[in-house]
């Protein structure tokens, strides 16, 4: 079943501590992102990725990292430099970029990692 | 600055019923329109997409519709079911290369 996998489900950080969530699609997709989701609020974009090797920021990228060494991984690290980081986190991916996309375009989204700062 | 509101927050419903959710949009360019159902700690998934040219499409029980002129779009749940709640997003593109500006959702609970 071709998918967008997140893990772990929950992740608990310590203060002044870093750590990594897991993001692999099996979709063949070149453009991966990363959103953030708190209560009563929508996604906001953390990172994102057209191509292997290659990422930008977004809206609220200060306190967190992102590589994209192959085309199937897209991990998230959020670092102690993150002050308020306890959120629903959740990483997509789409075929090439939203703004070359036609109007059918899918945009796949993983289940979802929740962190929480004990 | 491009935004999308969503209306009501939220709202409580009786199986069998109908109910609809609104979306308001300032974003333009505008590219489409995209409704998802999240379910509690789950990932989006899609319903819909409609583009500027698009009025109305239906995906089962839900149909959504577009007023491009007036940004506003809809969607309607037909005879509702206990697996209809969830928060329903509205997503919009077209403001960018990667901005796809969301709605807070509407969070729906389907009563028996």
């Known amino acids: 079943d071709g998918g967008i996998t997140q893990s772990p489900k929950y992740l608990f950080r310590k203060e002044g501590q870093n750590v990594t969530l897991s993001c692999e699609q099996n979709l063949n997709h070149d453009a991966m992102y990363w959103y953030r989701q708190d209560p009563g609020q929508g996604l906001r974009l953390i990172y994102y990725s057209q191509i292997v090797n290659d990422f930008q920021k977004g809206d609220i990228a200060e306190g967190y990292s992102v590589s994209r060494e192959k085309k199937e991984s897209f991990p998230l690290t959020v670092t102690s430099a993150q002050k308020n980081p306890t959120a629903f986190y959740l990483c997509?991916?789409?075929?090439?970029?939203?703004?070359?996309?036609?109007?059918?375009?899918?945009?796949?989204f993983g289940q979802g990692t929740r962190l929480t700062v004990v | 600055k491009n935004q999308v509101e969503q209306s009501p927050q939220s709202l409580i419903i009786l199986e069998g019923k109908n109910c609809t959710l609104q979306?308001?949009?300032?974003?333009?360019?505008?590219?489409?329109l995209r409704w998802y159902k999240q379910d509690t700690g789950r990932g989006p998934v899609s319903l819909t997409i409609m583009t500027f040219s698009e009025n109305t499409k239906s995906n089962g029980r839900y149909t959504a519709t577009l007023d491009a002129d007036t940004k506003q779009s809809s969607l309607h749940i037909t005879a509702s079911q206990l697996s209809d709640s969830a928060s329903y997003i509205c997503v919009v593109s077209g403001g960018g290369d990667y901005k796809l500006s969301f709605g807070a959702g509407t969070t729906v609970t389907v009563r028996a």
């Open positions: 979306c308001n949009y300032t974003v333009s360019p505008f590219s489409n």
């Open positions: 997509a991916s789409t075929p090439s970029r939203w703004s070359s996309q036609g109007s059918n375009t899918e945009a796949f």
